[in-house]
């Protein structure tokens, strides 16, 4: 048991900091659409701007996942493990 | 003695044939210099206001593009322009989902209660023009959250003569395009007003870049 609330603990924290990583690594709030800008094709005057569904997990989400992990990983010494048998 | 005053029947045919022909060659410069009204609702929602506030993490940036309005507007002279432009206050946006709710709510925006936006212009002064751009200044009411200020917008406007078929190429037609950046306080306009400003700035910059299509 405390083996597996380590490993899962782990892999949360791994996991969140993979997605910050590999999702720009965004030191903002956590997005769920982002800005996407380009000149007007006709009028060069224009800026279109867009907004695209697109996941960007933010510094709320790195330190969520990492204190939810370091909690699992915590709990593992609040269990108790099978108590040693006494000889004789 | 009436007989001697009245012009003659030939006089008058050849007056009424020079004043239709003076109309003729004068019409086109008439439809040239008169003032065209651009409507501002943009079938391919392009035109947006964007609008940021600081704030301690990142700045917060969002854009509406619910707009509607006309703007009168003669290319022979700008200072003469007038116009009323609408932005739809639910049509705002911020990328994080919670921003947004907050920014839409009662305490914010209160866009349920207060949905436009609007900027209508009463004078402008200072236009200086150059080929088909002119920068002025537009001064103006402004209204939001239901408190209207009196407020000068930098604006250049770019007139654009048949440039409509270009965008829908079954129209033909002028555009406008006006571009602006400028400053409001959200205290002024009883937008959480002297709360959170800790978190997110009293100002708010905003810039737009609108253009405008008048068919014919």
């Known amino acids: ?88 | 003695m009436v007989e001697l005053l009245a012009d003659p029947p030939v006089n008058s045919a050849m007056k009424i044939k020079f004043v239709s022909v003076l109309g003729l060659l004068l019409l086109p410069i008439a439809v040239w210099s008169a003032p065209q009204t651009f409507d501002f609702k943009d079938p391919k929602g392009v035109n947006n206001v964007v609008f940021k506030l600081d704030a301690p993490l990142e700045s917060i940036n969002g854009t509406a593009s619910g707009i509607s309005g006309s703007v009168t507007f003669d290319p022979a002279d700008p200072s003469a322009t007038k116009g009323r432009i609408v932005v739809s206050a639910s049509s705002m946006h911020v990328g994080n989902p919670t921003m947004k709710e907050h920014m839409q709510g009662n305490q914010w925006m209160d866009v349920t209660k207060h949905p436009e936006i609007v900027f209508e212009a009463v004078e402008v002064k200072r236009a200086v023009t150059a080929d088909n751009s002119t920068a002025a200044d537009v001064m103006g009411k402004f209204t939001m959250k239901g408190v209207t200020k009196d407020v000068t917008v930098p604006v250049k406007f770019t007139y654009l003569k048949d440039k409509l078929k270009d965008r829908f190429p079954r129209l033909q037609g002028d555009l406008l395009v006006m571009r602006a950046n400028f400053k409001v306080k959200r205290s002024d306009f009883g937008i959480n007003a002297g709360k959170n400003e800790d978190k997110v700035s009293d100002e708010i910059d905003l810039s737009f870049s609108l253009a405008g299509m008048a068919s014919r």
């Open chain 1, 1 to 88: 048991m405390k083996l597996f609330l380590r490993l899962a603990g782990l892999a949360i924290a791994v996991v969140t900091l993979a997605l910050w990583f590999f999702g720009g690594m965004n030191r903002g709030w956590t997005k769920t659409s982002v800005m996407v800008e380009r000149p007007d094709p006709v009028i060069p005057e224009l800026t279109q701007r867009t907004w695209e569904r697109r996941f960007l997990p933010g510094l709320e989400f790195l330190a969520g996942g990492l204190l939810l992990g370091g909690a699992l990983a915590a709990s593992a010494y609040l269990v108790r493990g099978p108590s040693a048998k006494k000889n004789g």
